[in-house]
DNA sequence: AAAAAAT
């Protein structure tokens, strides 16, 4: 049996909320795995779609919002990514369209995404489960030509599917009427006011009609959000799953402790991916900044990774390039700005790394939620560095629960030369601290993919939390406040800035690959690099 | 100290 994208933990749907026009997912009644989707009203034609898929179990967002949005209902959807939220919608949609035809220049229904990733990953489950059916389907997104689009408008879309931006220009454009909308999505909500859209969304949902239905997601549910869902929602169900603020029970995290200078962290990152060696079957490397993504990039590429880049200051065509190169294995290791940290689906991520502590403490939460889906297992590491240690404590405070240094905390970076903090093995570290020779190096690289010493343990956090583990959880966090508070108080030790190795300081960046900008995609460049060879060096 | 999105 499979289920629609990540089963989490069966506790996902017992959230409670005391709003009266609240609709729980009450697993109460039934066991959770008793709901087929031939029981949510899905006509034939969806349902095979879906069976043909290899689906036969809603996930909670999908059996509590699917009878509802088909309806017609206005739906407040509270759920993350990997939830299966798409599908959520996508089907009852595509259900409800079999109904009437499409007229030129008015598509029936609009889907509003903050990314143009994340839009094309929608146009992609109408392909999917509309299979079945005749469907126009138009995605308009920045970065790509008008014409194809506008040729799709004219001809009349059922659906469409838009980044806000791009949506305006063809209205003001005169190529569109949204008069004819039926059904209104505005997805990731939240995600959508963080990139200062909400005023765009405002003026593209008063040119929709009024007795539209309007079906509503967001992974949290700030003052502002809730003021947008009292504007555009009319009686709306609400269907809650995860909660926002936790970590999937699958993936394994750990903290790595590291200069602050780039080539060093580059270092400690290369020693990490030796470290986990085969184990890594695909890993994405986020960054805070594009420059750094870029960079990074072009030093793995150069030491022989397998690597590729993801940011939004890249061409569309190579973003799109990378991202179905990464999908499709033809790339192991993503770099990528926070483009990549929500939304996507790129299954089975065995490996997150973050090159930089985010600066936001939710967005370690989604960072990492891209390993360990669907019930697999996932590893993720964070690169420290003594700069960090605010936005961890915050990190550790929103989780609620301390995370494992790998190979001590950071105040044991002090004692020893900059070189020296190899992320495993306390024995190992004492070694590389005397030694500055290369061939000591070349085995040292053979050591890294020994069996590791420390194992971080394994996360408990929840999904999410019933009324008492909130208290609990809640205490906990104070807990780690007044920790983090206590140990900022205590002096700090000072570090030898002098002793740096010149082997490390080589590793800056040569010449930059001609013809992708910056950003040319691992696996289109002819001579492939041989991992390890640069390596010693 | 950032990223994303219309040109």
Redesign the pocket.
Known sequence: MRRLPKPRNSKDSHNVSSDDKTEVLAETTAEPNTVTFADLGLSEKVLSAVTDAGYTHPTPIQAGAIPHALEGKDVLGIAQTGTGKTAAFVLPMITRLEKGRARARMPRTLILE????LAAQVEENFVKYGKNHRLTVALL???VSFEEQEKKLQRGADVLI????????HF?RGKLLLTGVETFVIDEADRML????IPDIERIAKLIPFTRQTLFFSATMPPEITKLTEQFLHAPVRVEVAKAASTATTVTQALVKSNSKSWDKRATLRRLLEAEGAEIQNAIIFC??????SELFRSLVKHGYDAGAL???MDQRARMAMLSAFRDGKLKLLVA???AARGLDIPEVSHVFNF?VP??SE?YVHRIGRTGRAGRTGKSFTIVTR??T??LDAIETLIARKIDWLDGDISTLAAVDTESEAPRSRGRERGRASSSGRGRRGSEQKAATAPKAAEPAVVEAETTAPAAEVEEKQSRRDAIRAENAERKARPERRHDEHKRSRDWRRDDDGPSPIGFGDDIPAFMLIEPPVKNVTQGE
């Open positions: 903050p990314t143009r990733e997104i920045g970065g838009a980044t806000p931006g791009r949506l305006l220009d003001e963080d990139m200062g859209f805070n900044r594009k420059v750094d993504v940011h939004g200051d700005s926070d483009v930089d600066i936001h967005d700069s960090d605010k936005y």
